[in-house]
Structure formats: C-alpha cells, structure tokens
C-alpha cells in the first residue's frame, strides 16, 4: 500500500501534484478554500474534504502548494494541533526567510517539515526528469523521498530549510541569462545571411548540440570559483575580451540590441584594466559579486 497524501491547494500546480500522486497509487485527499476544484481529481479517485483540519487528519504526509507563504501561514496556524507527528512538505513559492518562519510554525507543532520548490510547470509534475529540491532533516527527506518520487526526481540539498528557495533563486537567474543569451543569438543569426539568415529551428538545433562545451566550462570553472583562483590557461580574459568586441560590433551592425554584450564586454574590460587578463573568465565571479573587488 502506497502512502496516504494529502494536498491542500488545488491551483494549477496543486492540481498536478495531486494528480501525479494518484497515478502514482498513492491515497489521495485534497482540499482547497474555494469548493469545487478537486472535482476532477475525485473522479479518478481523490477524496476531497471540506475543511483542511479533515483534509491534515487523513493522511501523515501532507503536501501544501498555495499562492504565497503567507497563505501557507494563513491555512497553518489554526491546524498546530492537527499536524502533530506528521510530515508537512510546502511546496509553495517564497523567500528563503519565509521558509525558515513557515518551518519555524510547523516544528512548535511537533510535526516534520521539509521545504521544496518544483523546477518545472505543471506539465512536467510527475515526469521522471522534473527535479524537485527539498530542505529539511535528513531523516524526513529520507523516510518520505518515495513518496515524494511520484511527483519527479527528489533531491536533498540540505537540512536548512531556506535552500531550495535560494537554489531556485539562483537556477531563475541562469535560466532568464540562458534564454535571453539565446534570444539575442536567434536575432543576431536570423538578421544575418541571404534570405533573412538562419531560422531559429535550424540555429537551435546547432545549439543545442553546443551546450555540452558550455557544461564543460561551468564544471572547469567552479573549483576555480571555490578556491578564488583563476588559471586563464587556454582561453583567458583578455581573449573573451576581444571575442565580446567582436560580438558587440556584429550586433551593432545588425541592429540587435539586448544591452547583454555590453555587459558581457563591460564586466570583462574592468577586469583586464585590474590586471586579470591572465585568469580565466570565472574571474568575473569576483566583480559580479562585489561591483568593485579588491
């Protein structure tokens, strides 16, 4: 018998987790504070309950997905003695502070609490490949990751409850660079060529097949990082500088206007005008992160 669940919060999200658990064959409850959105989820197979004190009772593991952390405290605090030697996993969105209060709550009522964030859409809930971050004791994560399973590949990324939210953070970050680092290309090839240049379906194909030697320079890159020293071997900064030239003249000639190879080139010139033209381009890290290092 799969683990009974329970799901408060049956927007889009909370509806696909309720649904990945079901197909899963885990016993599902839902509750929601608008009737009538688990009418779907009881026909193939849920139990939807009026109140969310019924809804926390049916199940020791009970999964929270609702608009803001502060509708997470809302629902909460009237249920302290309810969660009581039960596992509460939020998978709202929020700040790392506000995770740490929500934990905070659910740990005076003598329950267990992980944190997660869901690096997918809906769409993906349930599917192998989604990843899923979860905070919290390790036990927990432990006792309950099967069940946490059926909604994508759980990983543990520490007992602060706070770090999924910081991990998402930073992912957002590298996905609007990465898709707007795309977008710019996609306009710089297609402006480019006989005929209107290369379509996006044809340039993305290349792509993608490219990103391996952008994971290669990551994974090269971040021992740098951590050890705050940045051989350039190779391909040092004084070459991205003079490539980012490049790039900056193409764009200007073909109208395409990002603003990001101004500040690829900017970050990179202040660097070399320190001195760092020798390191490798992880030595950005440093002025990224202080404006002006020392």
Known sequence: ????????????????????????????????????????????????????????????????????????????????????????????????????????????????????????????????????LYGGPADSFAAHRETVSALGDPLHVGTDPALPSVYDTALLSQLWGTLTGWLHAVALIGADGPGGGVSAQAYTEIADRWTGSVRAFMNAYAPHIDAGRYPGEEFDLNLHLRTMEVLSHASELRGVRSGLPEVFEGLARRAVEAGHGGDSYARLVEFIRAGSPV
Request: charged letters at 15%.
């Open 1 to 132: 018998m799969r683990a009974k669940v329970t799901v408060l919060g049956l927007g889009p999200m909370g509806v696909a987790l309720a649904g990945a658990f079901l197909a899963a064959g885990h016993p599902t409850t839902v509750w929601n504070r608008s009737p009538g959105r688990g009418a779907a989820l009881v026909e193939d197979g849920a139990r939807e309950e009026p109140t969310a004190a019924a809804a926390v009772m049916a199940s020791p593991v009970v999964v929270v997905c609702l608009a803001s952390y502060d509708a997470v405290e809302e629902v909460l605090t009237p249920l302290v003695p309810q969660l009581r030697g039960r596992t509460v996993v939020n998978l709202s969105s929020g700040s790392p502070v506000q995770a740490r209060e929500v934990a905070a709550l659910v740990e005076r009522s003598a329950a267990d609490y992980l944190d997660g964030v869901i690096l997918t859409t809906p769409a993906g809930v349930g599917v192998s490949t989604s990843m899923l």
